[in-house]
């Protein structure tokens, strides 16, 4: 089965940029549309949508708190799903991770187990 791997966080001041991949180990994304989440500290386990794309690249959806700020991407040379993050502010601070959405819900489809991947560290301070 397919497994989604993120990759790219770091340590960023207030007003950086970062740049994150979310590749399909061991094959391909097939049909699905994709999406980024995010779980911040302190949340325990709920995990915030924050953006998708749709497996046709003709439609994306963002959260309220990232629009203007955040793009997600197919890149197909890569064979991945990025998301470019520019003008971070501390809040944005979280693991972020990426999976299969559907898409006209903005939630995410666990149809592997386990469910979500090991995800990335974005840290967002001065």
């Known amino acids: 089965q397919v497994q989604l791997v993120e990759s790219g966080g770091g340590f960023v001041q207030p007003g950086g940029s970062l740049r994150l991949s979310c590749a399909a180990a061991?094959?391909?994304?097939?049909?699905?549309?994709i999406g980024w989440f995010r779980q911040a500290p302190g949340k325990g386990e709920e995990r915030d949508f924050v953006?998708?794309?749709?497996?046709?690249?003709?439609?994306?959806h963002y959260a309220d708190s990232v629009k203007g700020r955040f793009t997600i991407s197919w890149d197909t040379a890569k064979n991945t799903v990025d998301l470019q993050m520019n003008s971070l502010k501390p809040e944005d601070t979280a693991v972020y991770y990426c999976?299969?959405?559907?898409?006209?819900?903005?939630?995410?489809?666990?149809?592997?187990?386990?469910?979500w991947g090991q995800g990335t560290q974005v840290t967002v301070s001065a």
């Open positions: 999976n299969k959405v559907i898409f006209s819900a903005d939630q995410e489809l666990c149809d592997t187990t386990p469910c």
């Open positions: 061991g094959g391909s994304f097939g049909l699905y549309s």
């Open positions: 953006a998708s794309i749709n497996w046709s690249n003709t439609n994306t």
